[in-house]
Every structure is written in C-alpha cells, then in structure tokens.
C-alpha cells in the first residue's frame, strides 16, 4: 500500500468507488476491509466486475452495498468461481432473473467453490427427498442458506430433528416449510420448546414431534407468543387436555393475534351458538378470516336453513361452497386438504392416481407446494 501512487492509483481507484455507489464517507472502511483495492487497475480489473454483477442483474443503486457487504468480489476472476456458481445455480433450476436479487441478499455465494461447498449441500438436500425445484426456490427467496456449513450444521440439524421424533420421510416438508431451521442452533431450541410443550400442555415428545412436522417454526416462536392463544382458549373454560388436542391438529394456532381469536369466538358463540366441542374437533376455525369467510359463509347457510359442520362449509375453495350450496343433499363429511404452513397440500384419496396422471413424487410435492 505504501507503494501505491496518488495520482495513479489511489485517487482514480477511490473515485471510481464513490461513482458505482460506495458513499464517500464509507470508503475508509471500505479500503480498511480490502487495502488491495488500491493496487487494483480501475479499466482491467474493477469495471469488468462491475459489469459482470450489472449483468446478473444486480441493481445500479445496489452496486455499492454489495461491494461494502463482499468488497473481496472485485479481486476475483471473472470467468473462475464466479461464473461457475452462478451457472450451478441456474442448472439446478434457479431462475437467472433471481440472480440479481440473490446477490444483493447474500454475495458470499460468488466466491464459494461449486464442487467442494455448493454441490454437496445441494446434494445432500436432494438426498433427503427436496426436490430441485423446491430447493431452486428457497434459494431464490433465501440465498443465505448457501452458506449453512454441512458437517457443521446441516447434517447435525437434520440428525437432531430425526432424534426429536420427526420421520426421515417428512425432512423435506419441514425444511421446504422453513428452511431456516438447518442454520438454527436447534438441539437447544427444540429441547426448551418441548419442555415448554409439556409442562404447559402437558404434550409428549411424540404430539411434540407432529406439531414441528405441521409447523417448523414454532422451534423458534416466542414461548410468551405462544402462550396468548393458549391462555385465551383457556380463559374460554376449555380443559386444558381440549387445547391441547386442538394445538396438535392445528399448531398454526399458537402464532394467531388474539384479538382476532376474540372475534371469531364470540361470533361463533352469539351468532352460531354451537358447543365448543366442535372448536375442539375444528381448531382451523380460527385461522379463516371472520369477514372474508366465515360470516359470508354462515350467512348464507342460514339463508338455505342448512345445518353442518364448521369443516364442511369452511374448508374448501368459494366454488366448492357454492356448489354445496346448489347441492340437494349433504354430501358425506371428507377431510379436506391438511394445511402445513407453507408446505404441500396432502389431498385426501391423493394416493389414486389413474395411469395418465401419474407423475414423480417430485411432480406432486412440487405442485402441492403451497409458498415458500
């Protein structure tokens, strides 16, 4: 750095910074974090990366910021570890219009070797029945997840979720739910949130071990978010043995703002005046919206002097309704589809598939992916 010229060097170097959107008074730390940028030939070396990352679609205003996040990108080779993980991603199935996004979100994938770091993790998530398209997604929407170490972290994570009860065959669906959890810190997690389970509703580690199944999250929601749905449905005189039954069937409970809950119980109870048992056997009630579906809905039973059950007019799709509606008979109660949050959709009878229907597991769990 001491040999660096002034005029030749470092005030075109530091002016050119300044041009692509490092702010002026960052550069001193930009050039604290990577001095070799002041050796550096501004035409040979920095503009081709620049443009390089304008043509993966890196905004112009976001330049600066992923130049100060991985100020070690523009002393690499264009055509060496940057292309090739860049070209392994979109081979896997990632968009190369999501490129762009993904790098102003996490730039550290441009310098991780695709043999030896984003291969085999990318291997080992499809071992565990991820399809590609789901894993192209999630790295997509979250590009970090490039950067969870396997030995370290992946594996350890994916080995305690199977010593915590889940099932080997619903790895996948947990991690497509929230693929956060392979980075988590979640032995100690899961430990405090299954204890937490237990002593508050007096839930085992196999109920415990359903609920991370239906709602990967919950290893990291508050336990003082959790406990409002709980304390308000035991406020309403459920036994607590109820609560937890419907906590089981529907864990997206625990993460509902109670004074939504409020409103919806209160209809239930003036409007419909129904036994609470049927909340116990339908705790889902809760997750539909009061106005955009359940009153709409009632209402219109009530008008055709119909009398079922909260599953049969609240689980199905505003069409379904209305052709129940137009039906002159009840049909047979059915489960609809079970809903895990952001998972695939488990249709009923799914397992009949005719011969010209029949597709890949892949297929199936891809179109049944709800949203990542």
């Known amino acids: 750095m001491l040999g660096c010229s002034v005029r030749k ?12 959107g490092i702010p002026k008074s960052k550069l001193g ?3 604290k974090n990577y001095p070799q940028v002041l050796h550096t030939s501004v035409v040979v070396e920095l503009a081709p990366v620049i443009k390089f990352l304008r043509g993966l679609d890196v905004e112009k205003q976001d330049i600066g910021y992923v130049l100060q996040k991985y100020p070690e990108l523009l002393g690499f080779k264009l055509e060496g570890t940057m292309s090739t993980s860049v070209a392994y991603l979109v081979s896997i199935g990632v968009s190369p219009r999501d490129i762009g996004p993904m790098v102003t979100q996490y730039p550290y994938f441009l310098g991780m070797r695709v043999g030896t770091v984003i291969k085999p993790l990318v291997d080992y998530l499809v071992s565990l029945g991820l399809p590609k398209k789901i894993l192209a997604r999630m790295l997509e929407k979250r590009a970090y997840i490039v950067g969870y170490d396997l030995e ?16 080997r065959e619903a790895i996948a669906s947990v991690i497509a739910q929230y693929p956060q959890i392979l980075g988590l810190p979640l032995k100690a997690k899961l430990s405090s949130q299954q204890y937490f389970f237990n002593l508050k509703l007096k839930i085992d580690p196999d109920g415990f071990a359903c609920i991370i199944e239906k709602m990967p999250q919950i290893a990291s929601l508050n336990q003082h978010v959790i406990m409002k749905p709980i304390e308000f449905l035991l406020g309403r005189g459920l036994p607590l043995e109820d609560v937890a039954i419907m906590v089981m069937k529907c864990p ?5 703002r109670v004074e939504l809950m409020k409103k919806s119980y209160y209809y239930f109870k003036s409007e419909m005046g129904r036994p ?12 539909y919206s009061l106005e955009c579906r359940i009153k709409p809905r009632y209402t219109k039973l009530q008008s055709k002097g119909i009398r079922c059950s909260l599953n049969w007019f609240l689980n199905c799709s505003d069409q379904r309704f209305e052709e129940r509606l137009q039906g002159d008979y009840i049909e ?8 895990c949050m952001g998972g695939k959709l488990e249709l009923p009878g799914s397992d009949v598939v005719s011969d010209e229907e029949d597709e890949s597991d892949d297929e199936v769990l891809y179109r049944r992916t709800v949203s990542l």
Do not use: H, W
Request: proline letters at 5%; glycine letters at 6%.
């Open 9 to 20: 060097n470092m005030i075109p170097v530091l002016g050119y910074l300044e041009k692509v």
């Open 29 to 31: 730390e930009f050039v």
């Open 152 to 167: 370290e972290t992946v594996k350890l994570n994916v080995d305690c979720l199977i010593s915590f009860g889940i099932r």
């Open 252 to 256: 997206q409970l625990v993460a509902l």
């Open 276 to 287: 609470v048992k049927e909340l116990v056997e339908f705790p889902e009630y809760f997750t």
């Open 332 to 339: 047979s109660e059915s489960l609809g589809p079970s809903f």
